[in-house]
């Protein structure tokens, strides 16, 4: 069930994360500085917490059409695929900060232990509460599970805290927020802007490589430095 409103807003997060990333990749090669709490820190938060959000509206409304586990499944495939794909990449090109448990992997994570509540918003509602009240640890060993709080550096990390909670949270909500599954705004969005919105894995996919090609061929990157 696709709302076209819902579809826009991933586009904007889709660009607020071209922009965010492009500004890490500059601070990862030591080009800019970011530093916690100022406005490039600020804007990689808000853009997680968008796409995130949107991603728990999204599964509920896709499963008040089709309840099926399998096809979730099948769904979910795709995710886990892309998941490990960049996993093994980035662990190729930057063993140090390689992603272990990114945005794919909470999402995959997210499609398959979110099913038993996809249509029942108050035990999700609940769930999301408690996994934002869950302790994370400082061991290393459990980043693999989202449940490590701080101690290794990744270029891409979603913690289950909070990340696994905002997105039972804002399934919840999306019963509030779209209870007959129809859009909210009566406005005509453009197609070329809205199949952002609905091809972000694939924009996500080959975005990295891009915006590095992109410094490389700018001279401010040799390869040396991958």
């Not at 996994?131 to 891409?156: K, Y």
Request: aromatic share 18%.
């Amino acid at each position: 069930m696709r709302i076209d409103e819902l579809d826009s807003l991933r586009a904007t997060a889709l660009v607020m994360m071209l922009i965010s990333n492009f500004v890490s990749d500059l601070d990862y090669f030591g080009i800019m500085e970011v530093v916690k709490g100022d406005k490039w820190w600020w804007l990689a938060r808000s853009t997680a917490f968008l796409f995130v959000s949107i991603s728990g509206i999204s599964y509920f409304l896709a499963h008040q059409k089709e309840y099926d586990f399998m096809t979730t499944l099948k769904r979910t495939q795709r995710l886990i695929f892309w998941a490990f794909a960049i996993t093994l990449v980035t662990f190729f090109f930057a063993p140090d900060a390689y992603v272990r448990f990114g945005v794919l992997h909470l999402l995959a994570l997210a499609s398959i232990v979110a099913f038993p509540v996809a249509r029942k918003p108050f035990y999700a509602f609940s769930i999301g509460v408690l996994l934002l009240a869950i302790p994370l640890s400082s061991n290393s060993n459990l980043v693999w599970l989202g449940l490590q709080e701080t101690g290794t550096f990744a270029v891409d990390y979603f913690p289950i805290n909070p990340w696994l909670g905002i997105f039972f949270i804002f399934l919840s909500a999306a019963c509030k927020i779209y209870p007959a599954g129809k859009p909210v705004l009566s406005f005509k969005w453009p197609e070329k802007w809205l199949w952002f919105g609905r091809n972000t894995l694939i924009v996500y996919v080959i975005h990295q490589p891009i915006l590095i090609g992109l410094l490389i061929l700018s001279g401010n990157v040799s390869l040396e430095d991958l």
